[in-house]
Protein backbone atom coordinates (compact mmCIF):
# COMPACT_ATOMS: atom_id res chain seq x y z
CA UNK A 1 0.00 0.00 0.00
CA UNK A 2 1.29 3.35 -1.24
CA UNK A 3 2.26 5.83 1.92
CA UNK A 4 -0.12 8.50 1.74
CA UNK A 5 0.89 11.90 3.11
CA UNK A 6 -1.37 14.32 5.45
CA UNK A 7 -0.52 17.12 2.83
CA UNK A 8 -1.60 15.22 -0.08
CA UNK A 9 -5.27 13.94 1.98
CA UNK A 10 -5.19 17.77 3.09
CA UNK A 11 -5.02 18.80 -1.07
CA UNK A 12 -7.13 16.46 -1.94
CA UNK A 13 -9.97 17.42 0.74
CA UNK A 14 -9.11 21.11 -0.70
CA UNK A 15 -9.84 20.13 -4.57
CA UNK A 16 -12.75 18.07 -3.82
CA UNK A 17 -14.37 19.37 -0.13
CA UNK A 18 -14.71 15.72 0.82
CA UNK A 19 -14.01 14.57 4.79
CA UNK A 20 -10.57 14.08 5.70
CA UNK A 21 -11.50 10.00 6.03
CA UNK A 22 -12.86 10.71 2.82
CA UNK A 23 -9.78 11.43 1.01
CA UNK A 24 -7.33 9.16 2.74
CA UNK A 25 -9.48 5.83 1.63
CA UNK A 26 -9.63 7.59 -2.17
CA UNK A 27 -5.75 7.49 -2.19
CA UNK A 28 -5.44 4.40 -0.71
CA UNK A 29 -7.76 3.15 -3.18
CA UNK A 30 -6.13 4.71 -5.85
CA UNK A 31 -2.07 3.63 -4.47
CA UNK A 32 -1.53 7.25 -4.20
CA UNK A 33 -2.86 8.78 -7.62
CA UNK A 34 -4.36 11.81 -6.96
CA UNK A 35 -6.40 12.02 -10.13
CA UNK A 36 -7.80 8.57 -9.73
CA UNK A 37 -8.47 9.81 -6.20
CA UNK A 38 -10.08 12.52 -7.72
CA UNK A 39 -12.40 10.25 -9.32
CA UNK A 40 -12.86 8.16 -6.67
CA UNK A 41 -14.14 10.87 -4.55
CA UNK A 42 -16.61 12.27 -7.16
CA UNK A 43 -18.27 8.58 -7.99
CA UNK A 44 -18.63 8.32 -4.39
CA UNK A 45 -20.70 11.66 -4.40
CA UNK A 46 -23.00 9.55 -7.39
CA UNK A 47 -23.87 7.02 -5.26
CA UNK A 48 -24.42 8.91 -2.32
CA UNK A 49 -26.99 11.19 -4.53
CA UNK A 50 -28.66 8.26 -5.91
CA UNK A 51 -28.74 6.45 -2.36
CA UNK A 52 -30.35 9.69 -1.47
CA UNK A 53 -32.69 10.16 -4.23
CA UNK A 54 -35.79 9.40 -2.63
CA UNK A 55 -35.37 11.51 -0.02
CA UNK A 56 -37.41 15.14 0.38
CA UNK A 57 -35.17 18.07 0.15
CA UNK A 58 -37.35 20.53 1.90
CA UNK A 59 -34.98 22.78 3.71
CA UNK A 60 -32.57 25.07 1.47
CA UNK A 61 -30.87 28.75 0.69
CA UNK A 62 -33.11 30.60 -1.67
CA UNK A 63 -31.46 34.03 -3.46
CA UNK A 64 -32.67 37.01 -5.60
CA UNK A 65 -30.61 39.64 -7.20
CA UNK A 66 -30.89 41.84 -9.68
CA UNK A 67 -28.50 43.97 -12.53
CA UNK A 68 -30.22 46.11 -14.41
CA UNK A 69 -33.12 45.28 -16.33
CA UNK A 70 -32.97 41.53 -15.10
CA UNK A 71 -33.42 39.91 -12.16
CA UNK A 72 -33.06 35.92 -11.14
CA UNK A 73 -33.91 33.75 -8.38
CA UNK A 74 -32.49 30.28 -7.06
CA UNK A 75 -33.53 27.16 -4.84
CA UNK A 76 -31.06 25.11 -3.80
CA UNK A 77 -32.67 23.37 -1.55
CA UNK A 78 -31.43 20.35 0.97
CA UNK A 79 -32.91 17.72 3.82
CA UNK A 80 -31.73 19.54 7.02
CA UNK A 81 -31.76 23.33 8.67
CA UNK A 82 -28.42 22.82 9.43
CA UNK A 83 -27.19 22.78 6.00
CA UNK A 84 -28.98 25.43 4.81
CA UNK A 85 -27.49 28.08 7.40
CA UNK A 86 -24.05 26.49 6.73
CA UNK A 87 -21.93 29.36 5.14
CA UNK A 88 -20.59 27.18 2.62
CA UNK A 89 -23.57 25.75 1.30
CA UNK A 90 -25.45 29.01 1.13
CA UNK A 91 -21.87 30.60 -0.73
CA UNK A 92 -22.76 27.70 -3.30
CA UNK A 93 -26.24 28.93 -3.95
CA UNK A 94 -24.83 32.49 -4.51
CA UNK A 95 -22.42 30.97 -6.70
CA UNK A 96 -25.58 28.99 -9.22
CA UNK A 97 -27.36 32.27 -8.78
CA UNK A 98 -24.20 34.46 -9.69
CA UNK A 99 -24.09 32.40 -12.76
CA UNK A 100 -27.85 32.66 -14.21
CA UNK A 101 -27.36 36.33 -13.54
CA UNK A 102 -24.20 36.34 -15.61
CA UNK A 103 -25.72 33.51 -18.48
CA UNK A 104 -29.24 34.56 -18.00
CA UNK A 105 -30.09 30.59 -19.17
CA UNK A 106 -33.66 30.03 -20.43
CA UNK A 107 -34.84 27.81 -17.89
CA UNK A 108 -34.13 25.12 -14.88
CA UNK A 109 -32.44 22.51 -17.47
CA UNK A 110 -30.50 25.22 -19.19
CA UNK A 111 -29.11 26.65 -15.83
CA UNK A 112 -28.21 22.69 -14.87
CA UNK A 113 -26.35 22.49 -17.88
CA UNK A 114 -23.58 25.65 -17.62
CA UNK A 115 -20.36 24.94 -16.65
CA UNK A 116 -19.61 25.97 -13.34
CA UNK A 117 -15.77 25.80 -12.41
CA UNK A 118 -15.26 22.79 -15.15
CA UNK A 119 -18.42 21.08 -14.29
CA UNK A 120 -21.73 21.63 -15.30
CA UNK A 121 -24.26 23.10 -12.40
CA UNK A 122 -26.32 19.27 -12.56
CA UNK A 123 -22.44 17.79 -11.56
CA UNK A 124 -21.35 20.16 -9.04
CA UNK A 125 -24.70 19.93 -7.32
CA UNK A 126 -24.23 15.91 -7.53
CA UNK A 127 -20.68 16.22 -6.09
CA UNK A 128 -21.64 18.63 -3.35
CA UNK A 129 -24.51 15.43 -2.74
CA UNK A 130 -21.08 13.55 -1.82
CA UNK A 131 -19.30 15.93 0.33
CA UNK A 132 -22.24 17.10 2.46
CA UNK A 133 -23.85 14.17 2.76
CA UNK A 134 -27.64 14.68 2.33
CA UNK A 135 -29.64 15.46 -0.77
CA UNK A 136 -28.99 18.37 -2.77
CA UNK A 137 -31.46 19.81 -5.97
CA UNK A 138 -31.65 23.33 -7.98
CA UNK A 139 -35.55 23.42 -6.77
CA UNK A 140 -36.57 27.02 -8.57
CA UNK A 141 -35.30 28.96 -11.11
CA UNK A 142 -36.70 31.88 -12.36
CA UNK A 143 -35.83 35.27 -13.74
CA UNK A 144 -37.75 38.78 -14.72
CA UNK A 145 -37.27 41.00 -17.59
CA UNK A 146 -38.75 44.82 -16.82
CA UNK A 147 -37.77 48.79 -16.75
CA UNK A 148 -37.18 48.40 -12.97
CA UNK A 149 -36.73 45.21 -10.72
CA UNK A 150 -36.53 44.94 -7.02
CA UNK A 151 -35.27 41.91 -5.17
CA UNK A 152 -36.56 40.94 -1.83
CA UNK A 153 -34.72 38.40 0.23
CA UNK A 154 -36.22 37.16 3.59
CA UNK A 155 -33.53 36.75 6.77
CA UNK A 156 -32.84 33.11 6.81
CA UNK A 157 -32.39 32.38 3.18
CA UNK A 158 -35.53 30.40 3.17
CA UNK A 159 -37.73 32.98 1.38
CA UNK A 160 -36.90 35.92 -1.78
CA UNK A 161 -38.76 37.77 -4.30
CA UNK A 162 -38.79 39.69 -7.29
CA UNK A 163 -40.73 41.87 -8.70
CA UNK A 164 -40.48 43.86 -11.70
CA UNK A 165 -42.12 47.65 -12.53
CA UNK A 166 -43.07 48.93 -16.53
CA UNK A 167 -41.14 51.87 -15.66
CA UNK A 168 -37.29 52.56 -14.65
CA UNK A 169 -38.05 55.33 -12.11
CA UNK A 170 -39.93 53.98 -8.97
CA UNK A 171 -39.75 55.13 -5.84
CA UNK A 172 -37.16 52.96 -3.31
CA UNK A 173 -39.61 52.69 -0.35
CA UNK A 174 -42.87 51.41 -3.02
CA UNK A 175 -40.48 49.13 -4.81
CA UNK A 176 -39.00 47.23 -1.62
CA UNK A 177 -42.80 47.64 -0.41
CA UNK A 178 -44.14 46.07 -2.93
CA UNK A 179 -41.82 42.76 -2.91
CA UNK A 180 -42.38 43.02 0.71
CA UNK A 181 -46.03 42.36 -0.30
CA UNK A 182 -45.69 39.86 -2.25
CA UNK A 183 -43.27 37.81 0.96
CA UNK A 184 -45.83 38.37 3.17
CA UNK A 185 -49.22 37.76 1.19
CA UNK A 186 -48.39 35.55 -1.44
CA UNK A 187 -50.37 36.62 -4.33
CA UNK A 188 -50.90 33.76 -7.32
CA UNK A 189 -50.85 36.21 -9.86
CA UNK A 190 -50.02 40.16 -10.92
CA UNK A 191 -53.99 40.77 -11.35
CA UNK A 192 -57.24 39.05 -12.21
CA UNK A 193 -56.66 39.29 -16.33
CA UNK A 194 -53.58 36.75 -15.30
CA UNK A 195 -55.58 34.03 -13.46
CA UNK A 196 -57.16 31.46 -15.98
CA UNK A 197 -60.03 30.47 -16.35
CA UNK A 198 -59.43 27.13 -14.63
CA UNK A 199 -58.45 28.31 -11.49
CA UNK A 200 -61.93 30.33 -11.47
CA UNK A 201 -63.89 27.96 -12.65
CA UNK A 202 -62.32 25.99 -9.49
CA UNK A 203 -63.25 28.67 -6.87
CA UNK A 204 -66.40 28.86 -7.79
CA UNK A 205 -67.37 25.36 -7.66
CA UNK A 206 -65.63 25.29 -4.57
CA UNK A 207 -67.95 28.23 -3.48
CA UNK A 208 -71.36 26.54 -4.92
CA UNK A 209 -70.43 23.46 -2.65
CA UNK A 210 -69.77 25.69 0.45
CA UNK A 211 -72.83 27.29 0.09
CA UNK A 212 -75.31 23.84 -0.69
CA UNK A 213 -73.47 22.05 2.27
CA UNK A 214 -74.23 25.13 4.22
CA UNK A 215 -78.00 24.57 3.22
CA UNK A 216 -78.31 28.20 1.29
CA UNK A 217 -81.09 28.24 -0.83
CA UNK A 218 -80.82 26.81 -4.92
CA UNK A 219 -81.66 30.78 -6.08
CA UNK A 220 -78.74 31.85 -4.23
CA UNK A 221 -76.29 29.66 -4.37
CA UNK A 222 -74.57 30.96 -7.83
CA UNK A 223 -74.49 34.51 -6.35
CA UNK A 224 -72.48 33.52 -3.54
CA UNK A 225 -70.16 31.42 -5.65
CA UNK A 226 -69.47 34.07 -7.42
CA UNK A 227 -69.05 36.31 -4.53
CA UNK A 228 -66.60 33.64 -3.43
CA UNK A 229 -64.98 34.20 -6.65
CA UNK A 230 -64.16 37.73 -6.18
CA UNK A 231 -63.07 37.67 -2.86
CA UNK A 232 -60.72 35.29 -3.44
CA UNK A 233 -59.49 37.54 -6.79
CA UNK A 234 -59.15 40.44 -4.31
CA UNK A 235 -57.22 38.88 -1.81
CA UNK A 236 -54.67 36.74 -4.54
CA UNK A 237 -53.77 38.89 -6.75
CA UNK A 238 -50.96 41.50 -6.24
CA UNK A 239 -52.84 44.26 -7.35
CA UNK A 240 -56.35 44.11 -6.08
CA UNK A 241 -54.47 43.16 -2.49
CA UNK A 242 -54.44 45.47 0.75
CA UNK A 243 -52.16 47.41 1.25
CA UNK A 244 -50.31 45.81 4.37
CA UNK A 245 -49.10 48.85 5.70
CA UNK A 246 -52.71 50.53 5.29
CA UNK A 247 -55.34 48.64 4.00
CA UNK A 248 -57.47 51.73 3.55
CA UNK A 249 -55.73 51.04 -0.20
CA UNK A 250 -54.81 48.21 -2.31
CA UNK A 251 -51.42 47.76 -3.83
CA UNK A 252 -52.76 49.16 -7.16
CA UNK A 253 -53.64 52.30 -5.68
CA UNK A 254 -50.39 52.76 -3.24
CA UNK A 255 -47.84 52.40 -6.25
CA UNK A 256 -50.15 55.11 -8.42
CA UNK A 257 -50.11 57.61 -5.77
CA UNK A 258 -46.25 58.01 -6.90
CA UNK A 259 -47.03 57.82 -10.52
CA UNK A 260 -50.40 57.71 -12.17
CA UNK A 261 -49.33 55.20 -14.80
CA UNK A 262 -46.99 52.74 -12.89
CA UNK A 263 -47.82 49.72 -12.17
CA UNK A 264 -46.15 46.07 -11.73
CA UNK A 265 -45.44 43.64 -15.03
CA UNK A 266 -44.58 40.74 -13.53
CA UNK A 267 -43.31 38.97 -10.18
CA UNK A 268 -41.56 36.25 -8.59
CA UNK A 269 -41.67 34.43 -5.13
CA UNK A 270 -40.09 30.97 -4.14
CA UNK A 271 -39.99 29.57 0.17
CA UNK A 272 -38.69 26.21 0.84
CA UNK A 273 -41.39 26.35 3.73
Not at 38 to 63: L, M, P, T, Y
Not at 132 to 141: M, N, Q, T, V
Not at 210 to 227: F, L, M, S, T, Y
Not at 238 to 263: A, C, G, P, V
Amino acid sequence: MADIKAADVAKLRKVTGAGMMDCKKALQETEGDFDKAIEVIRKKGKAIANKRADREASEGSVQAKVEGNFGAMISLNCETDFVAKNENFVKFSISILDLAMAEKPADMNALLALDLNGKSVAETITDETGTIGEKLELGFYGSINAEKIQAYNHPGNNLATLVGFNQAEVPEQVAKDVAMQIAAMAPVAVDESEVSEDVIEQERRIGREKAIQEGKPEAIVDRIADGMVKKFLKESTLLNQEFTKDNKKTIREYIKESNKDLTVTAFLRFAVK
